[in-house]
């Protein structure tokens, strides 16, 4: 009697853990999801920015062009080259903002300090993302995680190189 | 700051009522977010519940066990569990703030009970090994609930990444660098004096060093005097002191913040000899911004506060001799002194809460990005789900 107690106790313990496996990869999961999508929002709105600026007085024509060329291809990027992109955009917008003591305009201003507080959240978001996936990964090819399935279809999230020189 | 007002709530690990760093730094938090017009609730262990500000919630009275070489009063158990979750789920919560959330406290109980947006701030730099991290298997899925981490310091950071495997922002302590901007010189605290500020019995504040080191001060300035401020058993201590130095010491006991920044106006350097347990340093931080010329043992929390020697005198942990040289050395050229302690003053203004707040806002929205708040976990299993009892924020 007291053997089927305790494998009954085993049992459900063992089911406890596995429900509760699945709640942690589910949450992780999401998190990925949101993370990315939080990040992939502040970026585009860096290369609307970066638009913007090379729209306004403070390029000149030719760092103008280079600035519209990079802001469309961070934006127009698949996943793969997205890194890369981005990497390319934030060296455009570091070439032009080398020496910020030349820009006079209020508007111009405005717009480099809005710059400057989205450069500040992407850091942020990209640290929270990069965690995410890591921890996603890590606990995915643990033992109990591969044998059960526990994640089901969902697909193995792709870490995504960005540069710490994302300004 | 943005328009939107936030329900934010911060779990304190550590006795409200018993001083201490974590502590100082949760109340000024607290305080700087509730003047920014968000509401803060902030649970903590408490020992005189009728001395608490109102936005403390009370979680019990604290037990003391030793940890990281000092007694830390911290709470765990059903009780505090059960009042954990109740804060929770009475609260609302847009998001929680967890300090020191790897170690057995409220902090992690709640990171156990809660589902949604939560930060999780690591004080400590403790050294590898330490019986308190061994639970790390137990502890990594608690902890990875944790949707942003942060660390106040590199020396917290390696810390945690050593022992949870997991990254961390770091984002340094703040003081209100307002505070001790405009302090006053005293006369009777000027001269050749050295400064000193804090718990002086704990051996790893480092305080004998700094009493192995006075005789040999002592001969190149015949005036120098030490001034110790902090609690502490005063009586006792002077009783360790050499018969002949005893002249040379002055115990101050706990002083206000204004006699604070005084005090750091006042003398001629500030000596920080710690031995180590130091995690981030926020006396240095506030005694730059009061305008010191600082000497800091070579710790790594130190170390990199003072920007490796930039801000501040550094000299080998430890070593009296040598701690002497560089206070000697400071001491009498007084124009080096004054170089020091004006580039540690405009330095220190990075550590100025409307800095560092704004860095921990960023973190919070960030935090915060597809969230519907804060609820206790328990509400969200499928089991729960699948009986048909959803949570009752969906």
């Known amino acids: 009697m007291r053997d089927?107690?305790?494998?009954?106790?085993?049992?459900?313990?063992?089911?406890?853990y596995l429900s509760y496996s699945a709640t942690r990869l589910d949450r992780l999961h999401h998190r990925v999801e949101t993370s990315w999508a939080n990040l992939d929002g502040l970026l585009q709105r860096r290369a609307a920015i970066a638009l913007e600026i090379a729209r306004s007085s403070i390029s000149d024509?030719?760092?103008?062009?280079?600035?519209?060329?990079?802001?469309?291809?961070?934006?127009?990027?698949?996943?793969?080259?997205?890194?890369?992109?981005?990497?390319?955009?934030?060296?455009?917008?570091?070439?032009?903002?080398n020496d910020e003591s030349s820009i006079i305009g209020s508007i111009e201003k405005d717009l480099l300090r809005e710059l400057s507080e989205l450069t500040d959240k992407v850091r942020?978001?990209?640290?929270?993302?990069?965690?995410?996936?890591?921890?996603?990964?890590?606990?995915?090819?643990?033992?109990?995680?591969?044998?059960?399935?526990?994640?089901?279809?969902?697909?193995?999230?792709v870490t995504y190189e960005f540069e710490s020189d994302v300004l | 700051m943005p328009i939107k007002k936030l329900r934010i709530g911060i779990v304190c690990p550590y006795g409200w009522d018993t001083p201490g760093g974590v502590q100082n730094h949760v109340r000024d938090l607290a305080e700087y977010l509730i003047s920014k017009g968000h509401f803060v609730s902030v649970l903590a262990p408490v020992i005189d519940e009728s001395k608490v500000p109102d936005y403390v919630t009370s979680a019990g009275k604290p037990i003391s066990i030793p940890y990281n070489g000092a007694v830390a009063r911290v709470l765990f158990g059903p009780i505090a569990f059960a009042r954990v979750r109740q804060w929770i789920s009475s609260n609302e919560f847009d998001l929680l703030h967890l300090h020191e959330p790897a170690i057995p406290s409220i902090s992690l109980l709640a990171c156990w009970a809660a589902d949604g947006p939560m930060v999780g701030t690591f004080h400590a730099a403790a050294k590898r090994q330490k019986a308190i991290f061994a639970i790390g298997p137990i502890l990594e899925p608690v902890i990875e609930k944790l949707t942003a981490r942060i660390a106040v310091s590199e020396a917290a950071r390696l810390t945690l990444t050593e022992h949870l495997d997991t990254d961390a922002i770091v984002v340094p302590n703040g003081i209100y660098a307002d505070h001790y901007r405009d302090g006053?010189?005293?006369?009777?605290?000027?001269?050749?004096t050295?400064?000193?500020?804090?718990?002086?019995?704990?051996?790893?504040?480092?305080?004998?060093?700094?009493?192995?080191?006075?005789?040999?001060?002592?001969?190149?300035?015949?005036?120098?005097?030490?001034?110790?401020?902090?609690?502490?058993?005063?009586?006792?201590?002077?009783?360790?002191?050499?018969i002949q130095l005893k002249d040379r010491f002055e115990f101050l006991g706990r002083i206000s913040d204004k006699e604070k920044a005084d005090l750091l106006t006042s003398i001629a350097v500030y000596v920080a000899p710690n031995t180590g347990g130091e995690s981030f340093g926020i006396i240095l931080a506030e005694a730059l911004a009061g305008g010191a010329a600082v000497v800091a043992s070579d710790i790594p929390a130190f170390d990199s506060l003072l920007g490796h020697?930039?801000?501040?005198?550094?000299?080998?942990?430890?070593?009296?001799?040598?701690?002497?040289?560089?206070?000697i050395d400071l001491l009498r050229n007084e124009e080096k002194r004054k170089n020091l302690a004006k580039r540690g003053k405009e330095y220190a203004q990075r550590f100025d809460w409307d800095v560092v707040a704004e860095e921990i806002y960023s973190i919070y929205e960030m935090s915060m990005v597809g969230s519907t708040g804060v609820r206790l976990a328990s509400e969200n299993r499928g089991w729960q789900r699948f009986l048909g009892r959803e949570g009752k924020d969906e």
Do not use: C
């Open chain 2, 194 to 242: 050295i400064g000193f500020i804090g718990r002086f019995e704990e051996p790893r504040k480092g305080l004998p060093v700094l009493l192995a080191a006075l005789p040999i001060i002592a001969r190149f300035a015949p005036d120098v005097r030490v001034l110790i401020a902090g609690p502490g058993d005063s009586e006792e201590f002077r009783k360790s002191i050499d």
């Open chain 2, 309 to 327: 020697g930039e801000y501040g005198a550094l000299f080998p942990s430890e070593n009296p001799q040598e701690l002497a040289k560089v206070v």
């Open chain 1, 4 to 16: 089927y107690a305790l494998y009954l106790f085993i049992i459900l313990f063992g089911l406890w």
């Open chain 1, 61 to 97: 024509p030719a760092s103008a062009l280079l600035l519209t060329a990079a802001a469309h291809q961070a934006r127009d990027a698949d996943i793969e080259n997205r890194s890369m992109a981005e990497s390319g955009l934030s060296g455009a917008l570091g070439l032009l903002l």
């Open chain 2, 184 to 192: 006053e010189v005293v006369q009777k605290w000027s001269g050749n």
């Open chain 1, 124 to 157: 942020v978001a990209i640290a929270i993302h990069v965690d995410a996936v890591n921890r996603t990964q890590m606990v995915r090819r643990k033992f109990v995680f591969r044998v059960f399935r526990l994640a089901g279809r969902a697909p193995l999230p």
